[in-house]
Every structure is written in C-alpha cells, then in structure tokens.
C-alpha cells in the first residue's frame, strides 16, 4: 500500500498569501495518479486537482498542482477567505489511498 | 447537476447492522464506478468501498467481509449493507462518484454525507 505523507499539519497563514502544501508518497505514483480535495467544516470535500496538475471544472487558477514520482505540491498562489480549509492528497495509481490532511488557518 | 443524498445512517449497537443509500442524478449512473468513502469525527478520509459500471467490487480491508455494496441502475441508486459494525466502524458515510477513466477511482462529485454511529 502507498502510504501518503502531508506537511506541514497546520500552515498558518495571511489572506494574499502563498500556500505550499506537500504530499510525499511511499512509493512512486503511477502516471502521475494523484489528486488534492478541499473540505470545508461541515461539508463534504470537493475535487480540486487530479493527474496531479489539472485543475478540476470550475476551480479557480490560484490553486495549481505539481510534481511527479514521489513528491508532489499544491500551490495556492494568493489566498481568498474562502480558502482556509483542510486539503487532501490522493493517489489513484495502485489501489487508492489519501493522505493525512493539511489544515490552511488564518494566522 | 450532479447530485448525491445519502441516507439510511443512524445509531447501531456494536455487532448490528445498517444500511445505506445514495441517490444519485444528473449524470448517467449507469456508466461509472460508484464509491463510498468515510470519516471518523475529526480524522481524514477513508476508503471503504467502489462498484464498478460493471458490477465488479472492491473493499477496503477494513471491511471486507463485514460490509457489501451494490447498485440499482433502474433506480440510480448505490447501496452499502453494513453488519458486524464496530466503534470504528463510527464515521460519516459519503457517497461519491468516479470521475472516470482510470483503473482506481478518484472522485469529482460527493454527498454530503451521513452520519454512522455505532454505540451500545
């Protein structure tokens, strides 16, 4: 099984901000299987990213994807107040797992 | 609009059974893998279960043997028909629907999820 690594747990940080979110796997992800979610309390999570660097319909271009092997990256170049949330990786490549989650705050 | 609503959840007593429903519309049911992924109060997500458009199953090992999914595409309905629950078993259930085209599902419409609590 792939194990999926997030860091760091918590990123505090400012509206207008970058964010920089890690996800390491175990082991190589396949085609570059790997997706980011967003949660928001109380609500269900909301595809953000997939095959590591698409953004999913209607996602704004503030939020991008890279990385590819072992090491990947979710980028939120300027946060908006609605961005605070937890985020989640994923990978699709050998059985599915998701990884720990990051949790953006308001500093 | 795509859209998903679960129900079926409740309270269960350690060792009962329950079942779940996911009603979906707005898409073509019929032609995608099926999914349903938990979570704990205050942890992450998990897998539990994918039905393929096929009728081919998966499970997570965590549930395997206790836990069956199934699908009525007449009804555009999944199911999840839970038994032996355990306390860990205690989670929200979402619903979710496979964007498509890969061997492994990933997801790009979810419920809003129900609540399973399996207590005495």
Redesign the interface.
């Known amino acids: 099984e792939i194990v999926l690594t997030q860091s760091p747990g918590t990123l505090s940080l400012s509206p207008g901000e970058r964010a920089t979110l890690s996800c390491r796997a175990s082991q190589s992800v396949s085609s570059t ?1 790997l ?1 980011w ?1 967003q949660q928001k309390p109380g ?5 953000l990213i ?1 095959g590591a660097s698409s953004r ?2 209607g996602i704004p271009d503030r939020f991008s994807g890279s990385g590819s092997g072992t090491d990947f990256t979710l980028t939120i170049t300027r946060l908006e107040p609605e961005d605070f949330a937890v985020y ?1 990786c ?1 990978q ?10 990051t949790k953006v705050e308001i500093k | 609009e795509v859209q998903l609503l679960e129900s079926g959840g409740g309270l269960v007593q350690p060792g009962g059974s329950l079942s779940l429903s996911c009603a979906a519309s707005g898409f073509s049911f019929r032609n995608y893998a099926m999914n349903w992924v938990r979570q704990a109060p205050g942890k ?4 539990v279960s994918t039905i393929t458009s096929g009728g081919g199953t998966f499970y997570a090992d965590s549930v395997k043997g206790r836990f069956t999914i199934s699908r009525d595409n007449s009804k555009n309905t999944l199911y999840l028909q839970m038994s032996s629950l355990r306390a860990e078993d205690t989670a929200h259930y ?1 619903c979710a629907k496979d ?1 498509g085209g ?12 129900i609540l399973v609590t399996v207590s005495s």
Do not use: H, I, M
């Open positions: 299987y997706a979610y609500q269900a999570p909301r595809l997939y999913a319909t989640y994923q699709y490549g050998s059985s599915l797992t998701f990884g720990g989650g | 992450g997500l998990e897998w979402y964007r890969t061997y492994f599902p990933y997801f790009d419409y979810w419920g809003q999820g």
